[in-house]
């Protein structure tokens, strides 16, 4: 990471929505260790990823207030005086917002919104840095997948997240509210969700393969995919914080390595150094939402921000399931 944004961050009073989550407890780690006074802002609904465990190191240096980004009156508040704020709160599930479309909507559009209105009416000169998803694209019309890429999401999540992200852009456009979007793709490392597929399906075959279960991967295995070590989400998350150049700018995260899911769990069962996996078929509900192919073409936040993954997938593979023998008890 470029080390002339660091000093910008020490002292810097933080926000961090969905901060006791899997991105959000990361990057709370690093901005402790940056100097930065940082409050983070979780609901700790079961299935949304929040846990206690996910700042057990930092837990005395950061302020937690359990409370929902849909309170309106919690957000006017505690966007106050804020300098920062990492807008990471969301409902994740593909599948969940297909079943339950209205709490997607409350929870990934309306609640958007809300913080947007407090920062504006309460924390005019705040950044905002949006945590949008590479989903929004649906399914590719070509690769790699650039920011000009038409959006057609496949799920309600989708829907919400772009509509999510572009009154992010909105406001910065309108209000001067300087805001930004990361679209993330497959984001995997320390402290996600592994109990099931909710937040990303690797922490659900990391989980089985631990258990001594077999790896499912659904399909033929041969769709294609890109991933991003939490650490590099993270550098992205600062830099566009840090940087003008990123007001009122959608971005890309991507990787320079590309892989099928087949390799994939071949890989992670030699690094592992045990285990198997099975092909089986999609389930019903999930194959008309399934977006085949993807990888993205960062180039824009690399020419823009100077960011590039730094972490290899082997390497990110090998410290996340080190970190899960170590703390299964905390995760399952």
């Given at each position: 990471?470029?080390?002339?944004?660091?000093?910008?961050?020490?002292?810097?009073?933080?926000?961090?929505?969905?901060?006791?989550?899997?991105?959000?407890?990361?990057?709370?780690?690093?901005?402790?260790?940056?100097?930065?006074?940082?409050?983070?802002?979780?609901?700790?609904?079961?299935?949304?990823?929040?846990?206690?465990?996910?700042?057990?190191?930092?837990?005395?240096?950061?302020?937690?207030?359990?409370?929902?980004?849909?309170?309106?009156?919690s957000m006017n508040?505690?966007?106050?005086?804020?300098?920062?704020?990492?807008?990471?709160?969301?409902q994740t599930s593909?599948?969940?917002?297909?079943?339950?479309?209205?709490?997607?909507?409350?929870?990934?559009?309306?609640?958007?919104?809300?913080?947007?209105?407090?920062?504006?009416?309460?924390?005019?000169?705040?950044?905002?840095?949006?945590?949008?998803?590479?989903?929004?694209?649906?399914?590719?019309?070509?690769?790699?997948?650039?920011?000009?890429?038409?959006?057609?999401?496949?799920?309600?999540?989708g829907i919400n997240?772009?509509?999510?992200?572009?009154?992010?852009?909105?406001?910065?456009?309108?209000?001067?509210?300087?805001?930004?979007?990361?679209?993330?793709?497959?984001?995997?490392?320390?402290?996600?969700?592994?109990?099931?597929?909710?937040?990303?399906?690797?922490?659900?075959?990391?989980?089985?393969?631990?258990?001594?279960?077999?790896?499912?991967?659904?399909?033929?295995?041969?769709?294609?995919?890109?991933?991003?070590?939490?650490?590099?989400?993270?550098?992205?998350?600062?830099?566009?914080?840090?940087?003008?150049?990123?007001?009122?700018?959608?971005?890309?995260?991507?990787?320079?390595?590309?892989?099928?899911?087949?390799?994939?769990?071949?890989?992670?069962?030699?690094?592992?150094?045990?285990?198997?996996?099975?092909?089986?078929?999609?389930?019903?509900?999930?194959?008309?939402?399934?977006?085949?192919?993807?990888?993205?073409?960062?180039?824009?936040?690399?020419?823009?921000?100077?960011?590039?993954?730094?972490?290899?997938?082997?390497?990110?593979?090998?410290?996340?399931?080190?970190?899960?023998?170590?703390?299964?008890?905390?995760?399952?």
């Amino acid at each position: 990471m470029d080390v002339r944004f660091l000093h910008q961050f020490d002292g810097a009073r933080v926000l961090i929505t969905g901060g006791l989550g899997f991105v959000g407890s990361n990057l709370a780690q690093r901005l402790v260790t940056l100097g930065a006074d940082v409050t983070l802002v979780d609901s700790l609904i079961p299935e949304y990823g929040g846990n206690q465990r996910n700042i057990a190191e930092i837990a005395g240096r950061v302020r937690v207030n359990i409370a929902d980004v849909r309170d309106e009156y919690s957000m006017n508040h505690l966007v106050q005086d804020k300098q920062y704020l990492f807008n990471l709160a969301g409902q994740t599930s593909h599948m969940d917002s297909m079943r339950d479309p209205y709490t997607d909507l409350e929870i990934n559009c309306r609640a958007q919104l809300s913080i947007l209105e407090a920062c504006r009416k309460h924390s005019p000169t705040i950044k905002l840095v949006y945590a949008s998803t590479r989903q929004i694209y649906g399914k590719p019309d070509y690769l790699p997948v650039d920011e000009r890429h038409l959006l057609h999401p496949t799920d309600v999540n989708g829907i919400n997240k772009m509509a999510g992200e572009w009154y992010h852009i909105l406001y910065n456009n309108v209000y001067g509210l300087r805001a930004c979007a990361l679209r993330l793709t497959n984001t995997y490392g320390p402290r996600m969700r592994v109990k099931d597929a909710r937040q990303t399906f690797l922490g659900i075959w990391i989980k089985r393969l631990l258990d001594e279960e077999p790896v499912q991967v659904w399909g033929d295995g041969r769709q294609i995919r890109d991933f991003t070590y939490v650490d590099d989400c993270v550098d992205a998350l600062l830099m566009a914080a840090a940087a003008d150049e990123a007001n009122g700018q959608i971005f890309n995260l991507g990787s320079d390595e590309t892989i099928n899911l087949r390799d994939l769990a071949a890989l992670l069962i030699e690094i592992n150094g045990a285990g198997r996996y099975e092909i089986i078929p999609y389930p019903a509900d999930r194959k008309p939402i399934d977006i085949g192919d993807y990888y993205g073409d960062y180039r824009l936040i690399r020419g823009r921000l100077g960011w590039q993954p730094q972490i290899r997938l082997r390497e990110g593979l090998a410290r996340t399931l080190e970190f899960y023998r170590a703390n299964r008890d905390y995760y399952w």
